[in-house]
């Protein structure tokens, strides 16, 4: 595969912290801005499917298929509603991988090759992001195994640095065994709310502890962003001048200038 392609695993083995939400969104966001946009469904809910209005029906061709190596991309990668934006849907058949996988010598870079294989070059992704499951399973490591970086979703609540410590350390353990040049892309805070103390101490502890690890712009707590799933489309979609979908478009851009220091000079 092409280095051009820069693959981002969002993960945080907390549930309820927005990972799926900033999935999509980040994914939306990034082909609004006229990026080439792959989301891989790696959680066994299968929500970010949902999210993007692929029915049950429609998910034939799994994420579970991909990694086996029983479906080519060409099989597995469906275009979304959203333009330049795609996505290899997952079911319910990824929670045994853990049990399935066990005795594969290679199964925690099944992600990693598949998303190597000459037949990934033809489509030109820019980004591929991985929705990872809440938990730090064989499934988030290949997620880790095959990403250049990481993006943690942080809920602005009591605890939420807890728990953080253990996810860094899985990384660390990824990068000294696996994949050296994993690195954090950063740690955004979901579901801020300004007029909160709480949020504003949270940040503030985020920011002392993880310095400039913690990504500038901040995602409110917003109906929309809650809404627009039930609806099967991003909150970009579903209503585009949203305080939530202004926030990802600064999250797409902030990434992309951190991707690509030149645009930091035209941002």
């Known amino acids: 595969m092409t280095n051009a392609a820069r693959i981002i695993a969002v993960a945080n083995q907390k549930g309820g912290v927005g990972k799926t939400t900033t999935t999509i969104n980040l994914g939306a966001a990034l ?121 943690v979703p942080l809920q602005s609540e009591f605890f939420a640095l807890e728990g953080l410590s253990q996810l860094m350390l899985t990384i660390r353990e990824v990068r000294q065994t696996a994949n050296t040049s994993l690195r954090i892309a950063g740690v955004v805070l979901t579901m801020y709310d300004r007029r909160n103390n709480l949020s504003q101490q949270v940040e503030a502890d985020a920011r002392e502890n993880l310095g400039a690890l913690v990504f500038t712009t901040v995602i409110p707590r917003n109906v929309r962003l809650s809404e627009a799933p039930s609806f099967a489309m991003p909150a970009l979609t579903y209503d585009s001048q949203s305080a939530g979908s202004q926030a990802y478009r600064q999250l797409a851009r902030e990434l992309m200038a951190k991707d690509n220091p030149q645009l930091q000079k035209v941002s």
């Open 31 to 151: 082909a609004e801005l006229g990026q080439s946009v792959l989301l891989i469904d790696l959680d066994p809910q299968g929500n970010a499917s949902t999210g993007l209005g692929i029915g049950p029906q429609m998910r034939a061709v799994t994420t579970y298929d991909f990694l086996a190596g029983d479906a080519t991309p060409d099989e597995a990668i469906q275009p979304t509603t959203v333009p330049r934006l795609s996505i290899i849907p997952a079911t319910t058949d990824l929670s045994s991988a853990d049990i399935e996988l066990i005795s594969n010598e290679k199964r925690s870079f099944l992600l990693h090759d598949a998303l190597r294989q000459l037949p990934m070059d033809r489509f030109g992704f820019d980004y591929i992001l991985i929705d990872c499951p809440p938990s730090l399973n064989i499934l988030t490591v290949n997620a880790m195994v095959a990403a250049h970086s990481v993006i």
